[in-house]
């Protein structure tokens, strides 16, 4: 199979799926394979003849077809496949940078520990006032 483009399809010009005309500039898939659609042999001594149809022929595939196809077996164009592993790189670049400046202010707790320089964390106090109410006042009234 090859991909040409619509200039170089030859008769019908149409694609096997869709039977429609693509689109001028567009891209089809060339199966390198005709069509022929075999008849029924007039007598037992008679050879079946091929038919002729109007998908007879080149056997093509439009891009848009292709591409339904394509989905419909869940792959991915090789350009969106290209994007995501950029983005992939570039996510697992950050990952490292922070991993990197997690690790380096870890060390640096380690030995403000180690110096006696970092207080250990204590619980908050409870609040030692109490707070003021007014008997029979209520806020929603
Ligand atoms: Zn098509």
Redesign the pocket.
């Known amino acids: 199979m090859d991909v040409i483009g619509t200039e170089y399809m030859i008769k019908p010009n149409l ?6 005309t ?1 689109d001028p500039g567009s891209r089809v898939i060339d199966t390198l394979r005709d069509l022929s659609v075999g008849g029924v042999p007039a007598t037992a001594d008679a050879e079946a003849m091929d038919l002729v149809t109007h998908l007879s022929g080149r056997k093509y ?6 591409t339904d196809f394509a989905i419909k077996f869940g792959w991915t164009k090789p350009a969106d496949v290209e994007t995501l592993s950029e983005e992939l790189s570039s996510v697992r670049g950050e990952l490292n940078a922070l991993k990197l400046s997690t690790e380096a202010g870890e060390r640096v707790l380690e030995a403000l520990k180690a110096a006696d320089l970092f207080p250990e964390e204590r619980p908050v106090d409870a609040p030692s006032h109490e707070i003021f109410s007014m008997p029979g006042y209520r806020e929603d009234s």
């Open positions: 694609c096997l799926s869709c039977e429609m693509p595939v439009c891009e848009a077809c292709a």
